[in-house]
């Protein structure tokens, strides 16, 4: 297991038992901001899933940092990537919103930002219909 070096400085939020990685990018707070947060808390608990099975990760924290260091650490078996193109996410690849793409032991998953989602039907019912496939919902 390679080692990571500073691993007690990757700000996160959730407990990540599930290892289910969710990548945000908001300049706004330090993980993200409470009404996205209160969304993406209930798009969760649709996939019968909360806080605990999940870490957060704000990408304006870190915008340097590639999949390989962030999926390492926290043993992700899922990545959701909201508005961070898999190709700045140092992914050798893109793939369109909602499509769940197999990679390195992850199934990743890139849609618009939470905030986009949050007030937008068509879009919320697209993100559904990949999150059921995901989850077997």
Known sequence: IP??????AW????????NILIMV??????????NELSFLTGVLGACKLN??????VNRNNYPEVSYKELTSFFKSKIVFLFDIEPAAFGLPM?????QIQAFAGNSFLFSPSLRELENDKVEKSK???SLKRLFNL
């Open 94 to 98: 893109s793939f369109p919103h909602y």
């Open 3 to 8: 080692v990571i070096e500073n691993t007690t």
């Open 127 to 129: 993100l559904w219909v």
């Open 25 to 34: 990018n908001s300049s706004e707070a330090v993980h993200i901001p409470d």
């Open 11 to 18: 700000k996160s939020l959730g407990d990540n038992r599930k």
């Open 51 to 56: 806080m605990a099975d999940v870490a957060i």
